[in-house]
Structures are given as C-alpha cells and as structure tokens.
C-alpha cells in the first residue's frame, strides 16, 4: 500500500518540479541582474566625478 501511494505522487512531482525551477531560475537571474546594475551605476558615478 505504501508504495503504491509513492507513484500516486511522483507525476505531481513531475508536474511541480520544472515550475518550481524556473521560478527560482527566474529570482536568481534578476538579482544577478540587480548586482550587476549596481556594479555599472558604481562605474558611472565614477567616471561622470572624473570629468
């Protein structure tokens, strides 16, 4: 009985996973995003001092 209730949940499983991977892919991409931003507007601000 036991391992029947397993492969009741394993296409669930299959279902939530991938979506549950681009969601994280997806924060995880903006605060690279977000860092890298940062890191041009540091740049920026910079080189407008210099001249």
Same mark, same amino acid.
């Given at each position: ?14 279902? #939530? ?9 997806? #924060?995880?991409?903006?605060? #690279? ?5 940062? #890191? ?8 407008d001092?210099?001249?």
């Amino acid at each position: 009985m036991t391992g029947d209730s397993v492969f009741l949940f394993l296409p669930i499983l299959f279902y #939530i996973a991938p979506v549950v991977f681009v969601i994280w892919f997806m #924060i995880k991409f903006l605060k #690279i995003q977000q860092e890298k931003n940062k #890191i041009l507007r540091t740049i920026s601000d910079k080189l407008d001092k210099l001249n």
